[in-house]
């Protein structure tokens, strides 16, 4: 079993920046991927961006430029620089992990954290 606990959303102006981190707990030398997924009201669920145990990352076309994600303490906690926030940023974010495959490959969610961009 892997625990997901997330932080760092909020209200921010159109511009600025806000950091999202998500601290995995237990099982953690089971983690192969970690990202964010978000979702904004009436919108479908959509990946952010991700970062696998071999430092490969990926990002919505969206997001390019203007995210970052990084991975560090053992690979056991992810962090989401947010820059240049858009108001069509404002979504719930959720953080996951995957299990490499020989654990079974199974995916785990945070409990989600509010950004809000103001135009």
């Known amino acids: 079993q892997v625990q997901l606990v997330e932080s760092g959303g909020g209200l921010v102006q159109a511009g600025g920046s806000l950091r999202l981190s998500c601290a995995a707990s237990g099982s953690i030398f089971t983690i192969n991927a970690m990202g964010w997924y978000r979702q904004a009201p009436g919108k479908q669920r959509e990946l952010v961006a991700s970062?696998?145990?071999?430092?490969?990352?990926n990002y919505a076309d969206s997001v390019k430029g203007r995210f970052t994600i990084s991975r560090e303490n053992a690979k056991s906690t992810a962090y989401l620089q947010m820059n240049s926030l858009k108001p069509e940023d404002t979504a719930v974010y959720y953080c996951?992990?995957?299990?490499?495959?020989?654990?079974?490959?199974?995916?785990?969610w945070g409990q989600g954290t509010q950004v809000t961009v103001s135009s």
């Open positions: 970062t696998t145990s071999n430092g490969s990352t």
């Open positions: 996951y992990v995957v299990r490499s495959p020989q654990y079974g490959g199974s995916t785990y």
